[in-house]
């Protein structure tokens, strides 16, 4: 268990839809960092908070969105739902303050999101 | 651009045999990290083994090692005796400073390993 928290496991939902994925990161770290793994796509680095603040931006669509809250857990939200949006999204928290190449990231184990 | 590539979509393995799974990375940069990681049929990535630009030594976490050739760039991740349990997918990762104060970790594509019984 790497203490990392994703909520919900499994989301099925129709096209043009919006829906929220929700991470708790493990205790004490203060980065949040949303991917998403497609077949065809791989591990795609979509979005970084640290300590609430927005701190990089990956592939990461205009119809999608995320923040990090007071307390440290961050949301996704993805709208105007598209087939291919279809995926299994990650999210992983760091340790401490993102500053360096050694930073390990632990991953929750994913929203799989299935849009009919 | 910086980029990681693995080169076997799909490995098998007899049980307690060892195998070594490859991974090339392209940076121009001194300063970068190395990882691995597992994904399970059960979805969750894990976290195996890290190796830095600067390391002098392989890494090694148990049955886990990293055969890290810095001039050919290459990290290759070598599983000693393995078990059904390492059926899985092994991603190689690479972590470098993007600017702005922001370090992003990059994935290749995956190998998939199938330990035979």
């Known amino acids: 268990d790497s203490g990392v928290t994703q909520t919900p496991k499994h989301l099925i939902t129709a096209t043009g839809q919006r829906v929220t994925l929700r991470c708790s990161p493990r205790s004490g770290d203060l980065s949040v960092y949303w991917y998403q793994q497609s077949l065809d796509q791989g591990l795609q680095f979509l979005i970084q908070y640290y300590n609430g603040e927005e701190r990089a931006k990956g592939n990461i669509l205009e119809r999608f969105s995320a923040q990090q809250f007071p307390d440290l857990h961050s949301e996704l939200n993805l709208s105007s739902l598209e087939l291919g949006d279809s995926a299994l999204y990650f999210c992983?928290?760091?340790?401490?303050?993102?500053?360096?190449?050694?930073?390990?990231?632990?991953f929750g184990s994913g929203t799989q999101l299935s849009v009919l | 651009a910086q980029k990681i590539t693995q080169t076997q979509p799909g490995m098998f393995v007899q049980e307690k045999e060892a195998v070594t799974l490859d991974c090339t990375y392209d940076?121009?940069?001194?300063?970068?990290?190395l990882f691995w990681y597992k994904q399970p049929s059960s979805g969750e990535m894990i976290f195996l083994i890290y190796?830095?630009?600067?390391?002098?030594q392989n890494a090694t976490e148990g049955r886990y090692s990293l055969n890290f050739q810095k001039a050919r760039k290459s990290a290759n991740l070598v599983i000693s005796a393995s078990q059904l349990g390492d059926s899985a997918m092994y991603f190689c990762?690479?972590?470098?400073?993007?600017?702005?104060?922001?370090?992003?970790?990059?994935f290749g594509k995956g190998t998939k390993l199938s330990v035979i019984p």
């Open positions: 190796q830095g630009s600067y390391d002098q």
């Open positions: 990762a690479m972590r470098l400073y993007s600017g702005a104060g922001s370090y992003q970790l990059t």
């Open positions: 940076t121009s940069d001194p300063s970068y990290g």
């Open positions: 992983a928290s760091s340790v401490s303050a993102d500053r360096s190449t050694n930073e390990k990231l632990f």
